[in-house]
């Protein structure tokens, strides 16, 4: 079965720093990447997604995601984060095949001005 | 254009009674999920509609735990009897295309969060 994989479950980085959330999966295959967003009382946001091609991809709010088939991460990461980036993170992968995701237990980062 | 709506927003019951929550999504959306996100953990799927009929449902506990999807738009996920660890934020998503088709983005709603004492 595939599974999700989020290392970090609290960050804390400081306004303006640079900032890396890991995510690794468990998949036969290259499944659907996906990066998710979830602010206090809201819904989940999509970030960013990976189908296929260039492993570098670039997503709303700044963020970007690299994908390396040889260490099955996709890793998400923004060069200066503000302090309205502050909240939960959520990686998934879908095998392409259903269109269902299955989610990572999530990140939550806190930003210190 | 109007995103999933979701009601209520919130909900505290005491175990053994039961609950339901109603979902709206996306005007013309064709597949319908419900999520229940336990706290600490990512949601995990309950259900999923095509329209008004069930793709699958295999994380369902059936034994509590009901949905529908009349007419193919609006959905109600219901618990009878609630038990303590049922306290979880249940999210509803919608899609637009048919599953056949390929990668369809999710949009999800604010989520109904359940509390049960």
């Known amino acids: 079965a595939q599974s999700v994989t989020q290392p970090d479950i609290h960050i804390t980085v400081s306004e303006g720093a640079s900032l890396e959330l890991r995510c690794n999966y468990s998949y036969g295959a290259t499944p659907y990447l996906f990066w998710y967003v979830q602010s206090p009382g809201q819904g989940l946001q999509l970030l960013l997604k990976y189908f296929s091609g260039d492993t570098l991809v670039q997503g709303i709010k700044g963020f970007e995601a690299e994908f390396k088939r040889s260490q099955s991460s996709f890793n998400l990461r923004k060069p200066s984060v503000h302090w309205s980036d502050a909240a939960e993170y959520f990686c998934?992968?879908?095998?392409?095949?259903?269109?269902?995701?299955?989610f990572g237990t999530g990140t939550r980062l806190q930003v210190t001005l | 254009e109007a995103g999933v709506a979701q009601s209520p927003r919130y909900k505290i019951i005491e175990k053994r009674q039961s609950v339901a929550f109603w979902c709206n999504p996306i005007s013309g959306h064709a597949t319908l999920y419900w999520y229940q996100q336990i706290l600490g953990q990512g949601p995990k799927l309950l259900i999923q509609f095509q329209n008004n009929g069930v793709v699958d449902d295999s994380q369902l506990p059936k034994d509590r735990f009901s949905a529908e999807r009349l007419k193919g738009v609006d959905s109600t996920l219901k618990i009878q009897p609630a038990k303590l660890e049922d306290s979880a934020v249940y999210l509803c998503?919608?899609?637009?295309?048919?599953?056949?088709?390929?990668?369809?983005?999710?949009?999800f709603g604010p989520g109904t969060r359940l509390t049960v004492l």
């Open positions: 998503a919608s899609s637009k295309g048919l599953i056949v088709a390929g990668y369809n983005e999710q949009f």
């Open positions: 998934a992968v879908d095998p392409g095949t259903a269109s269902k995701l299955t």
